[in-house]
C-alpha cells in the first residue's frame, strides 16, 4: 500500500473514489484502487454517470436489449447505476463487514429533478434502496430546506443515507439535526438505531467561485477554512450530551465527508485539499486524477485541529473583501442542484439517444 495513503487512514480518514464506470469495473479498476490505493467506498453522482454512459461504449449493449422491452429512460438508467453500483458494493462487502458497516460504501443519487419535493425523495430513495438490494448501498439525498425533511423521513424509515450538495457549517448541521432527529424517532418508535449516514460537504467550489474577487494571498484558502469550522462543528456535536445519549442508545455518528476535493485551480498543488482535509473520523472522496497524485508525491502533516485552527479569522478575512459567505453558500447549493439536474438531463437525453428506433429528447 502506498505510504501516504497508509498515512492517512492510520491517521482515521477513510479514501473513497469520486467515481464509478462499467470500465472501471470490467477492467478491474476498482479492484485495483481497493488493492493498492487503500480504497475502502465510493460515491457517484449524476455528471459521472454522464460522463460514464454518453462518452463511452461500455453500456450500448445493455441499452439496446434493454430499450427492446419498452422501458422507460430513467427506469433504464437505474437499471444500469444499481448494475454498476451493487457490482461495486460486493467488492467493497468484505471491508463493510471488517469495520462493522463504517466504511466500505457506495452511494447512488435520487432524481435531481426531485430537490424540491420531499415525499416523492422519500418514496425514490426507499425505492433505490430495496431495488439495490445491498446493505452497503448509501441514497444520497441533497441538504436543502425540502431535502431535511426527507433525509428524517428516510432515515426513520432504515434507508441508509448520504446528504450531498452541504457548502457550509450551516448546511451541515441542519443535516446533522435531521439524522438526530430520525435516530430520536426510532429509539421512541423501539426501532433500531443503527441507520447509517454520512454528511458531505463540497470544498474547491468555494475557492472556484472567489477567485477572481479577493487578493492573490486568498487564493484557495476559502474552502479550506469552511471546512475547517464545519469540522469544529462536527467535533462538538459528537461531544455533545444529546449525541451521547443516541451513541449509548446504540446510534452511530453521521460522518462528515469531504467532496469536491480535486484542485481547479492549475497554478495551486494538485494534492492541494487531500493535504489540508486530513482529518480523524472523516472521509474524503476524491476524483481518480488527484487520489494517484497523492499516492505519487503527497505528504500528511499534523491533523485538522478540533478547533478549527485560524478559520474564523480566515473566513473574516474574505467578508472584509466583500464575500458574503451566508449567501454564497445558499447560491452555491442552489447552483450545484442546477448543475446535476442538467447532467440528469444530458445524461437521459444520452441513453435515448443510443436506444434503438429512438431519436434523443430535445
Same mark, same amino acid.
Given at each position: ?63 439496446? *436489449?434493454? &430499450?427492446?422491452?419498452?422501458?422507460? /429512460? ?12 451493487? &457490482? ?26 426531485? /430537490? ?19 446493505? *452497503? ?24 443515507? *448520504? ?50 474577487? /479577493? ?84 505528504? /500528511? ?19 472584509? &473583501? ?15 442542484? &442546477? ?24
Amino acid at each position: 500500500m502506498n505510504t501516504p495513503l497508509k498515512a492517512l487512514q492510520a491517521l482515521g480518514q477513510s479514501i473513497w473514489i469520486d467515481n464509478i464506470s462499467r470500465e472501471m469495473l470490467m477492467k478491474k479498476q476498482l479492484q485495483h484502487y481497493i488493492d493498492d490505493y487503500a480504497v475502502t467506498g465510493l460515491t457517484s453522482n449524476p455528471t459521472i454517470f454522464e460522463h460514464a454512459i454518453g462518452r463511452g461504449s461500455f453500456y450500448d449493449d445493455a441499452i439496446k *436489449n434493454a &430499450a427492446r422491452h419498452g422501458e422507460p /429512460v430513467e427506469d433504464l438508467f437505474f437499471t444500469l447505476a444499481l448494475q454498476d453500483l451493487t &457490482a461495486a458494493a460486493d467488492l467493497f462487502r468484505p471491508i463493510h463487514d471488517e469495520t462493522e458497516g463504517i466504511d466500505g460504501w457506495v452511494s447512488l443519487e435520487v432524481s435531481p429533478l426531485l /430537490v424540491d419535493d420531499s415525499a416523492k425523495t422519500v418514496a425514490a430513495a426507499a425505492w433505490l434502496h430495496a431495488a439495490g438490494d445491498r446493505e *452497503n448501498l448509501y441514497i444520497k439525498i441533497p441538504g436543502t430546506v425540502a431535502g431535511a425533511k426527507a433525509i428524517e423521513e428516510s432515515i426513520f424509515a432504515g434507508v441508509p443515507i *448520504n446528504v450531498t450538495l452541504l457548502f457550509s457549517r450551516e448546511q451541515y448541521l441542519a443535516s446533522a439535526e435531521a439524522y438526530m432527529r430520525a435516530i430520536e424517532r426510532r429509539i421512541e418508535a423501539g426501532r433500531d438505531p443503527r441507520v447509517s449516514s454520512v454528511a458531505s460537504l463540497f470544498v474547491s467550489r468555494w475557492d472556484v467561485a472567489v477567485k477572481d474577487q /479577493v487578493p492573490l494571498d486568498l487564493r484557495n484558502r476559502l474552502g479550506i477554512a469552511i471546512a475547517q469550522q464545519t469540522y469544529k462543528a462536527y467535533r462538538e456535536l459528537l461531544s455533545s450530551a444529546r449525541w451521547r445519549k443516541l451513541e449509548r442508545a446504540g446510534a452511530r455518528p453521521q460522518r462528515l465527508l469531504w467532496a469536491s476535493t480535486g484542485t481547479k485551480d492549475e497554478s495551486a498543488s494538485d494534492v492541494l485539499y487531500i493535504e489540508a482535509l486530513a482529518a480523524p473520523d472523516t472521509i474524503n472522496t476524491i476524483p481518480d486524477k488527484t487520489l494517484k497524485a497523492f499516492a505519487e508525491h503527497g505528504t /500528511v502533516g499534523a491533523a485538522m485541529a478540533l478547533g478549527g485552527g485560524d478559520c474564523e479569522s480566515v473566513i473574516a478575512r474574505f467578508e472584509r &473583501a466583500g464575500v458574503d459567505c451566508t449567501r454564497l453558500a445558499e447560491r452555491l447549493q442552489r447552483d450545484g442542484a &442546477a448543475a446535476f439536474s442538467d447532467s440528469w438531463r444530458k445524461l437521459l437525453a444520452s441513453i435515448e439517444a443510443k436506444m434503438p428506433h429512438r431519436e434523443a429528447s430535445p
